[in-house]
């Protein structure tokens, strides 16, 4: 039966070894919501989706949108010469795909038809959500070992990063924007996706 003293030191080496193990990785949810459309027509259906698709900006409505909630747990911590850390920021992401949905059945071409649309508007929709990603990623490189001197409270630490999420979020709209022009321009993935709609059966 083994000692006490060795016990202690099996469970020292288990927790060390433990501590030693990368973190586990965190996973965004992605989930797909969808607007009612109606048409029996590739025509009629886009028409629906003009007029029921999801607003953007003021009246504007667009074709498809992607949106996320994200919440962080921080641990800030105080240390003995005054400054403060960002120990851990763990990301909790949630991102959206609102796409349109045909309210009935449809004709087996038109069908057809609308499955390439919708399959490639979610493919679209998909690299907006892999952008979204790699900002919370680069958030996380970021802020994680973040530190401030002379910081009691860590309201400096909280200011730094501030800074860099306001960079960083910037520049995963500016990519989007740019992303979209490229699909949405002539002869873009999602303007051929809508010629195709249109001007099939």
Not at 11 to 24: D, F, I, K, S, Y
Not at 56 to 84: M, P
Request: aromatic content about 6%.
């Amino acid at each position: 039966m083994p000692s006490v003293r060795q016990a202690v030191a099996v469970l020292a080496v288990l927790a060390a070894t433990l501590a030693a193990l990368p973190a586990r990785a965190w996973t965004a949810v992605e989930q797909v919501k969808t607007y009612p459309v109606s048409g029996q027509s590739g025509l009629e259906l886009y028409r629906s989706v003009g007029e029921n698709g999801p607003v953007i900006s003021g009246d504007r409505r667009t074709i498809a949108h992607t949106t996320f909630k994200l919440t962080w747990g921080r641990d800030y911590r105080e240390q003995a010469d005054g400054s403060c850390v960002i120990a851990r920021n763990v990301p909790k992401l949630i991102i959206t795909y609102t796409l349109p949905k045909p309210r009935g059945g449809l004709p087996s071409s038109v069908a057809t038809s609308w499955k390439r649309f919708y399959d490639g508007l979610l493919a679209h929709e998909k690299v907006h959500g892999q952008h979204i990603i790699e900002m919370v990623q680069a958030i996380e490189a970021v802020s994680v070992g973040l530190s401030a001197p002379d910081d009691p409270g860590c309201h400096k630490v909280r200011a730094a990063l501030q800074t860099h999420l306001k960079r960083l979020s910037d520049e995963q709209r500016a990519r989007g924007r740019a992303f979209d022009r490229v699909e949405m321009g002539d002869g873009g993935a999602v303007h051929s996706l809508v010629l195709a709609l249109v001007n099939g059966p």
